[in-house]
């Protein structure tokens, strides 16, 4: 059994394609000029809105951050560029958001920490962040609810909550009770490639990592709540976008527009960025809130604006340490 990107990458292509094309029906439809007059009424807002990120990052890096025990815990400002890769991969590169929980993992190893803790933080930083979003993503909802006076929806809202609910205590349960080791096993079993074996035996002390880790009660609470901290920051820069193009709103709207879009991102994880389907999402929403559909997708632009600005630097960042790494690896060689 090999492993074959090969196969993956036309699939990625194909579904960034599909959303480009998406967003330029939207874009088209809504008329290039409004949604280009909605871009550049920010103004001001744009370079605030990207800056004002670095609090939603920060938050998000206490949440790694305090996961790690404290004997293997690397520095905070090391961790916040970490997160700050790790994001930018996310969001730049087809990799869906797995592969920058894989990059900041691997930086977190590189900084000195075991690897199955480095592993066992990212992993609980996941299943936390999917408790959280699920919780954020219902308060949204019943904000919308509230809003637009829609209660019919409010059963179909409660069976997909408690089915989200479901599935996270199953993953939860997974984790603590061994679920690396078990696929370790399964993979031995099938898998013909040594490299495939050395993996899996990595397995158990993967599911040591994220027993250690969940042992910590106060530290998980703690990220739970940081966790809760960076989606009312994401929300908050949300609020300044809304009020850049021109829109006195309220908080609540501004919390509506993040659930909803976040969520939407999570759904489609396996489309690179969620590109179309987040402005589609924006423009759904904003409907419900009287918000104008060129003024919606211009939010979405501005959002990605940011994810540029922030995430070209994180990226040229990723390449230098890799670089250094491996300059320093073939002087060590060399050296020897």
């Given at each position: 059994m090999n492993g074959n990107p090969g196969r993956i990458r036309p699939v990625l292509i194909a579904l960034a394609f599909c959303g480009a094309a998406l967003l330029t029906f939207l874009v088209a439809r809504l008329g290039v000029g409004n949604v280009a007059h909605a871009v550049a009424a920010a103004r001001w807002g744009l370079l605030l809105v990207i800056v004002f990120?670095?609090?939603?990052?920060?938050?998000?890096?206490?949440?790694?951050?305090?996961?790690?025990?404290?004997?293997?815990r690397p520095p905070l400002s090391a961790t916040y560029r970490m997160r700050w890769v790790g994001e930018s991969v996310s969001y730049l590169l087809p990799f869906s958001s797995v592969?920058?929980?894989?990059?900041?993992a691997r930086l977190a190893a590189l900084k000195g920490a075991p690897v199955r803790i480095a592993a066992a933080t990212v992993l609980a930083d996941i299943t936390l962040g999917i408790v959280v979003q699920t919780l954020f993503t219902l308060t949204g909802v019943f904000?919308?609810?509230?809003?637009?006076?829609?209660?019919?929806?409010?059963?179909?809202?409660?069976?997909?909550?408690?089915?989200?609910?479901?599935?996270?205590?199953?993953?939860?349960?997974?984790?603590?009770?061994?679920?690396?080791?078990?696929?370790?096993?399964?993979?031995?079993?099938?898998?013909?490639?040594?490299?495939?074996?050395?993996?899996?035996?990595?397995?158990?002390?993967?599911?040591?990592?994220?027993?250690?880790?969940?042992?910590?009660?106060?530290?998980?609470?703690?990220?739970?709540?940081?966790?809760?901290?960076?989606w009312l920051a994401s929300s908050t820069e949300?609020?300044?976008a809304l009020r850049a193009v021109g829109l006195d709103v309220g908080f609540d709207k501004a919390v509506i527009l993040e659930s909803m879009s976040q969520g939407m991102r999570?759904?489609?994880?396996?489309?690179?960025?969620?590109?179309g389907f987040q402005e589609m999402g924006?423009?759904?929403?904003?409907?419900?809130?009287?918000?104008?559909?060129?003024?919606?997708?211009?939010?979405?632009l501005i959002r990605r604006a940011r994810e540029l600005a922030l995430g070209l630097p994180g990226l040229v960042a990723w390449q230098f340490i890799e670089g250094h790494r491996l300059w320093r690896n073939r002087g060590v060689a060399a050296a020897e």
């Open positions: 990120h670095l609090v939603p990052l920060f938050m998000d890096t206490l949440t790694w951050w305090n996961l790690f025990p404290p004997e293997n592969g920058g929980d894989i990059v900041r904000l919308l609810l509230n809003a637009t006076g829609r209660q019919h929806v409010l059963v179909p809202l409660m069976a997909g909550a408690a089915l989200a609910a479901l599935c996270v205590c199953g993953f939860y349960a997974a984790q603590r009770y061994g679920m690396f080791r078990i696929l370790g096993a399964l993979l031995k079993r099938i898998a013909k490639d040594p490299s495939w074996h050395s993996l899996a035996d990595k397995g158990g002390g993967i599911d040591a990592g994220v027993r250690v880790v969940y042992g910590r009660r106060r530290a998980v609470l703690v990220s739970c709540l940081c966790t809760l901290g960076a949300v609020w300044i999570a759904v489609l994880f396996f489309v690179p960025g969620a590109l924006y423009i759904g929403a904003g409907k419900l809130l009287g918000i104008p559909g060129d003024i919606a997708v211009a939010l979405s």
